[in-house]
């Protein structure tokens, strides 16, 4: 942000308002993490807080502090409308287009209050008052981080608001591994820890807490694994069929995709997991190096995300939406062996 964008935002919340926090549909733990830290933060200085996540989210994102007072949108849309109509500052975290909010699109475009977007994907809309965008940052979590920073109010962060952005930067830099993983990603996460974080409880609350049929729905996916070589890529389906056989949870397939980039000589991970109540194939791309899956995923999968980590759906069958992928694939094979 610029000392404008500063300016304007501590001009807001020196006033009391009344906020609403939204992550993306699907909310993963970046998304949650940055909300639940952001709501913690802006209760610490009295504003009046809210945080509506579009849609359900993972079971292994449930214990973070404040979950309990998350309001779901489709499943308390009375409530959730309620708090929207009231609403005079809306913060929009871990997205830039409200699209990417599923049913409260529509709703969030007809809102007349303050939009403040703090978001770390490429190519953000217009819609906001304040943007604080930054696609080189490894997280909006850690982003969140730097805002309340620049806002001049880091002794505000307490054990629960270090917890839910440890936990958000951890899950997007896949345990720091990622290239977005900066030194200074580093120290905002050294301080977080100072600050309460409890690293080993997180990331066993987050990945050590399987259940036996999400196990096996991993066994099915890695046995129809298809690996192409000559592409540097490899890719998982699954079936509504298999879901439903192991006894899918929304989560269970978290990280799947990233197991054909553990293959010696792959660049290019993919899995495309059916949804027959949406009517698409749901797709999860990822990469090693300059293969930018965010541009593959923005021209050919209506989806988009970042160089190294993006989705997209298909609303064709799984079979179609197989075919067309390799047509496309024979186009990128120099772009893929370089």
């Known amino acids: 942000m610029n000392l404008e964008d500063i300016s304007a935002v501590k001009s807001i919340l020196s006033q009391p308002q009344k906020i609403v926090i939204i992550p993306h549909k699907n909310p993963d733990g970046d998304a949650m993490g940055a909300c639940l830290g952001l709501w913690g933060f802006l209760k610490s200085i009295g504003q009046t807080v809210h945080v509506i996540a579009p849609n359900d989210y993972p079971k292994f994102l449930k214990w973070m502090p404040g979950n309990e007072s998350v309001v779901n949108f489709e499943w308390d849309n009375g409530e959730a409308q309620k708090l929207l109509d009231e609403a ?147 890719y998982i389906t699954l079936s509504q069929e298999e879901l439903d056989a192991n006894d899918f949870k929304k989560g269970d397939t978290e990280g799947f995709v990233n197991y054909g980039l553990t293959l010696e000589g792959i660049i290019f991970a993919l899995i495309f997991i059916e949804n027959k109540d949406e009517g698409i194939i749901k797709i999860s791309l990822r990469s090693i190096g300059e293969f930018s899956v965010n541009e593959f995923a923005r021209k050919h999968f209506s989806g988009g995300g970042h160089d190294n980590a993006a989705g997209g759906k298909s609303e064709l069958s799984m079979e179609e939406t197989l075919k067309r992928f390799n047509e496309i694939l024979t186009t990128y094979k120099s772009q893929l062996n370089p």
């Not at 303050?114 to 008052?129: L, V």
């Open 88 to 234: 005079s500052v809306i913060f929009t975290l871990d997205f830039n287009d409200f699209s990417r909010t599923g049913q409260m699109e529509s709703v969030l475009k007809e809102k007349q209050a303050d939009f403040i977007m703090i978001d770390h994907h490429q190519q953000p809309s217009d819609y906001a008052k304040v943007t604080y965008s930054d696609v080189n940052m490894s997280s909006t979590c850690e982003m969140v981080y730097n805002f309340i920073d620049l806002l001049g109010e880091t002794d505000r962060i307490t054990a629960a608001i270090a917890t839910n952005l440890y936990t958000g930067i951890m899950t997007d830099t896949g345990s720091f591994k990622y290239r977005s993983t900066s030194s200074k990603t580093h120290r905002v996460v050294a301080d977080l820890i100072d600050r309460g974080a409890d690293n080993m409880e997180i990331h066993r609350q987050v990945f050590d807490t399987n259940s036996p049929s999400r196990l096996h729905l991993l066994g099915v996916a890695l046995s129809n694994m298809v690996i192409l070589p000559e592409y540097k890529t490899a």
